[in-house]
């Protein structure tokens, strides 16, 4: 028993180091799972080897739905690295979601209360980097949307924002002018603003406010074109 024991162990520890010191590969993984549609019921898969495809005369590494998908896993990769220190701080989130890769810039960092004048002093460095990871040639046919959100506090009817509409909307167009000066072909984005509608937490407090007040740069997927 203590000699079972033992290698449980060992197994354990060998597999949690395997786990903690891997760097997935979305792509890599995809083209593992595509090898096993065979099992039960389903038809047989392709090869794992990277190679010519004989019924469709391509091969695995140029497949365009594998493509894309390299692009985002590579962008997302670069993107946690340059933001870093932001990611840490939370002026800058990170996340995938059906809409494709998500960069939150967070509201109270860039921007006065009720204001659309980015904070460009503070923010240029991370609008810069933010420029460059854009322009990336394996994003070069992709397109961005820049999506402005806020909380659900009324702006004040006799200011320079009747509602949170143009607020949001105004503050995602300022984000796309900074990153078209910094160098992003700006025929690669939509805009929209949101305004109160899409909150990622409860406004109730004052915590869930500060969260939901944020301009989101997505790289989209083709089914959110």
């Known amino acids: ?9 060992l197994l354990l520890t060998f597999f949690v180091m395997l786990l903690t010191t891997a760097t997935i590969d979305g792509h890599q993984l995809r083209l593992i799972l595509a090898a096993f549609p065979g099992l039960g019921s389903l038809e047989g898969g392709n090869t794992l080897e990277a190679g010519p495809l004989a019924e469709l005369g391509n091969t ?3 497949l ?3 493509e894309r998908g390299r692009a ?6 670069e993107a946690i690295s ?3 220190p932001e990611i840490q701080s939370e002026m800058v989130r990170i996340q995938e979601d059906e809409r494709g890769l ?3 810039l967070a509201g109270d960092s860039f921007f006065e209360t009720a204001s659309a004048r980015v904070r460009i002093e503070q923010t240029r460095g991370i609008l810069q980097r933010l420029s460059r990871l854009l322009s990336l040639e394996i994003l070069s046919e ?6 402005g959100h806020t909380d659900n506090i009324a702006t004040d009817p006799n200011g320079p924002w009747p509602s949170n509409w143009e607020l949001s909307t105004e503050r995602a167009l300022a984000v796309l002018r ?6 992003v072909e700006e025929s690669q984005f939509q805009v929209m603003g949101l305004g109160e509608h899409r909150p990622l937490y409860d406004n109730t407090t004052a915590e869930g406010r500060a969260y939901n007040r944020r301009v989101d740069v997505i790289i989209l997927t083709d089914g959110h074109l």
Do not use: H, K, N, W
């Open 72 to 77: 985002l896993s590579e962008a997302r990769r």
């Open 64 to 66: 365009p739905s594998m």
């Open 142 to 147: 992709r397109t961005f949307r820049i999506e």
């Open 178 to 183: 900074y990153l078209a000066e910094f160098g």
């Open 60 to 62: 695995i590494e140029s």
């Open 82 to 84: 340059i933001f870093q």
């Open 1 to 9: 028993m203590l000699t079972y024991g033992d290698m449980v162990t």
């Open 102 to 104: 998500v960069i939150s």
